[in-house]
């Protein structure tokens, strides 16, 4: 049998696993939340044999005891052998050490799976997303966490639900959740689910054609196009790792922001890398981006060597200044 694993707050990424579990065959899905009615109306059409769920105030925050002990109970209710969950940052915290309590394995990054007569068999990268490898696992309980684009996400009809409740004992909570801060939507420029990537390259950081550095000029147009296009933010390690080497940095970027061989693999449909030389160690970050273009004044640089779709010669600088006069 399998389970899949959701939290109360449905996703992307949980309608992909859906998708994911559907393919194993017979599968049913165990909810954790403080409601878990709503949520389980929204998954009555997936196909699951039944939907269990531990349901108290406490699981609605991520906790690594309240987590780990919802899903322990929900693993021991279902029977199964074979866990799956998507790949968040509650469930990768959580299901490494109920894996370890339960004497089973866990595989993280899981980008595909497959149904075979002896049981289900695993894709996922190696080596900075340069190997990719299939494996499947005698030892059980096995538990998967599964990346985005596992599968297609699945969408069917809302309904109404049968929920079993499994009780569960945990420890009581010795920490508590006073708010959350975070940023407000125009300054978030770290967007998983936007339709464009756009990447900056350490040539915003150099000297233009007049011999001067415009580093203001490169912040408000990077931020700017971002902002508008509502697009997802990158950079080449270059770039990021300038602050070390005592050069001037832009002050918004981070390592969160790094995308190539030491950083993400972002699974965007577009990508529009500017200033960047388009070698390999940071192309193999573009690998799963569906159509890839670059601004670069060097018509030999690498992303003109059959790395970009399309590659426009000529200054940033001018064709971001254009690109946000029409946005706005």
């Given at each position: 049998?399998?389970?899949?694993?959701?939290?109360?707050?449905?996703?992307?990424?949980?309608?992909?696993?859906?998708?994911?579990?559907?393919?194993?065959?017979?599968?049913?899905?165990?909810?954790?939340?403080?409601?878990?009615?709503?949520?389980?109306?929204?998954?009555?059409?997936?196909?699951?044999?039944?939907i269990l769920a531990?349901?108290?105030?406490?699981?609605?925050?991520?906790?690594?005891?309240?987590?780990?002990?919802?899903?322990?109970?929900?693993?021991?209710?279902?029977?199964?052998?074979?866990?799956?969950?998507?790949?968040?940052?509650?469930?990768?915290?959580?299901?490494?050490?109920?894996?370890?309590?339960?004497?089973?394995?866990?595989?993280?990054?899981?980008?595909?799976?497959?149904?075979?007569?002896?049981?289900?068999?695993?894709?996922?990268?190696?080596?900075r997303q340069r190997?990719?490898?299939?494996?499947?696992?005698?030892?059980?309980?096995?538990?998967?966490?599964?990346?985005?684009?596992?599968?297609?996400?699945?969408?069917?009809?809302?309904?109404?639900?049968?929920?079993?409740?499994?009780?569960?004992?945990?420890?009581?909570?010795?920490?508590?959740?006073?708010?959350?801060?975070?940023?407000?939507?125009?300054?978030?420029?770290?967007?998983?689910?936007?339709?464009?990537?756009?990447?900056?390259?350490?040539?915003?950081?150099?000297?233009?054609?007049?011999?001067?550095?415009?580093?203001?000029?490169?912040?408000?147009?990077?931020?700017?196009?971002?902002?508008?296009?509502?697009?997802?933010?990158?950079?080449?390690?270059?770039?990021?790792?300038?602050?070390?080497?005592?050069?001037?940095?832009?002050?918004?970027?981070?390592?969160?922001?790094?995308?190539?061989?030491?950083?993400?693999?972002?699974?965007?449909?577009?990508?529009?890398?500017?200033?960047?030389?388009?070698?390999?160690?940071?192309?193999?970050?573009?690998?799963?981006?569906?159509?890839?273009?670059?601004?670069?004044?060097?018509?030999?640089?690498?992303?003109?060597?059959?790395?970009?779709?399309?590659?426009?010669?000529?200054?940033?600088?001018?064709?971001?200044?254009k690109v946000n006069?029409?946005?706005?």
């Amino acid at each position: 049998m399998t389970l899949l694993l959701l939290h109360s707050e449905l996703s992307k990424a949980s309608f992909e696993a859906v998708a994911a579990a559907r393919q194993l065959g017979s599968f049913c899905i165990g909810l954790v939340g403080a409601d878990v009615q709503e949520t389980a109306n929204a998954l009555a059409g997936a196909g699951a044999e039944q939907i269990l769920a531990v349901q108290d105030p406490a699981f609605a925050q991520s906790r690594y005891s309240t987590d780990a002990a919802a899903a322990e109970a929900l693993v021991k209710a279902s029977g199964a052998d074979v866990i799956l969950a998507p790949m968040t940052s509650r469930w990768a915290r959580a299901l490494p050490g109920l894996a370890q309590r339960a004497g089973g394995r866990i595989d993280t990054h899981v980008v595909a799976l497959q149904n075979e007569p002896n049981g289900p068999v695993a894709s996922r990268w190696y080596y900075r997303q340069r190997i990719e490898t299939t494996l499947s696992r005698a030892a059980r309980p096995w538990f998967l966490l599964l990346d985005g684009g596992v599968a297609q996400a699945w969408s069917g009809t809302p309904g109404t639900a049968a929920v079993k409740l499994v009780p569960v004992d945990f420890p009581a909570p010795r920490t508590e959740v006073l708010g959350i801060e975070e940023l407000s939507s125009d300054q978030q420029t770290i967007r998983p689910e936007a339709q464009l990537l756009f990447v900056a390259g350490a040539g915003w950081t150099k000297k233009q054609k007049d011999g001067q550095i415009h580093l203001g000029d490169a912040e408000r147009l990077i931020l700017g196009f971002v902002s508008q296009a509502r697009a997802s933010l990158g950079s080449s390690k270059s770039l990021v790792d300038l602050s070390g080497e005592g050069e001037k940095v832009l002050s918004f970027l981070t390592h969160m922001h790094q995308v190539g061989q030491t950083g993400a693999t972002p699974r965007h449909p577009k990508g529009l890398a500017t200033c960047c030389h388009g070698e390999e160690p940071h192309v193999v970050g573009w690998r799963f981006i569906g159509e890839r273009r670059a601004i670069n004044l060097d018509p030999n640089c690498g992303w003109a060597r059959g790395k970009a779709d399309v590659l426009y010669v000529a200054d940033a600088f001018e064709v971001m200044a254009k690109v946000n006069t029409l946005l706005g």
